[in-house]
T-cell receptor, first 110, second 113 residues
Framework: NAGVTQTPKFRILKIGQSMTLQCTQD?????MYWYRQDPGMGLKLIYY???????DKGEVPNGYNVSRSTTEDFPLRLELAAPSQTSVYFC?????????FGPGTRLTVT | GENVEQHPSTLSVQEGDSAVIKCTYS??????FPWYKQELGKRPQLIID?????GEKKDQRIAVTLNKTAKHFSLHITETQPEDSAVYFC????????????FGKGTTLSVSS
């Protein structure tokens, strides 16, 4: 199993641009999550999903959107990038216990 | 909503010493408390977790204790080694899965030899 994979690993965006961060898991987990981690800080939940077709907001959803059309994929969309969205983004999936994280996407908005 | 406070923010120990990191939570409905280790530039990795019906759990050199009445839980690392150096995060959730984890801000542990 590849586990949780994320693409791209790095990205630089200009203010106002849009992009989609991809997340895929091959463990057949129902639960998936998006977090952001700012320097020296913990992880803040952006959105999560308990199954295909179901999504819900986390602590910091503003400026982001998600979809969950399949069990495997949980993309995160940034519509109008802002400097405040500069961060490392982690996707995670969960079976019955614990959450397992992808390698992260480092995003810089300038 | 849930709020998790973690202390200390930095911790320096000598190799072989013990290290203790403490977290408090606010929501009495939380009943699942995992701990994650994150090495520089890497993803967080689950190292141990505990549910509220258990007071203590051990896995080799690491242990977690939970005081549900006081709403705090702690990570204990014994016989620390340089490879234990990392950032450690506690988290709380009302469920093991399907519900968001609320994380503390992390503790940077440095183990010097």
């Amino acid at each position: 199993n590849a586990g949780v994979t994320q693409t791209p690993k790095f990205r630089i965006l200009k203010i106002g641009q849009s992009m989609t961060l991809q997340c895929t898991q091959d463990m057949n987990h129902n639960y998936m999550y998006w977090y952001r981690q700012d320097p020296g800080m913990g992880l803040k939940l952006i959105y999560y999903s308990v199954g295909a077709g179901i999504t819900d907001k986390g602590e910091v959803p503003n400026g982001y959107n998600v979809s969950r059309s399949t069990t495997e994929d949980f993309p995160l969309r940034l519509e109008l990038a802002a400097p405040s969205q500069t961060s490392v983004y982690f996707c995670a999936s969960s079976p019955a216990r614990g959450q397992y994280f992808g390698p992260g996407t480092r995003l810089t908005v300038t | 909503g849930e709020n998790v406070e973690q202390h200390p923010s930095t911790l320096s120990v000598q190799e072989g010493d013990s290290a203790v990191i403490k977290c408090t939570y606010s929501d009495s409905a939380s009943n699942y408390f995992p701990w994650y280790k994150q090495e520089l530039g890497k993803r967080p990795q689950l190292i141990i977790d505990i549910r509220s019906n258990v007071g203590e759990k051990k896995d080799q050199r690491i242990a977690v204790t939970l005081n549900k009445t006081a709403k705090h839980f702690s990570l204990h690392i014994t016989e620390t080694q340089p490879e234990d150096s990392a950032v450690y995060f506690c988290a709380a959730s009302p469920n093991q899965a399907g519900t968001a984890l609320i994380f503390g801000k992390g503790t940077t542990l440095s183990v010097s030899s």
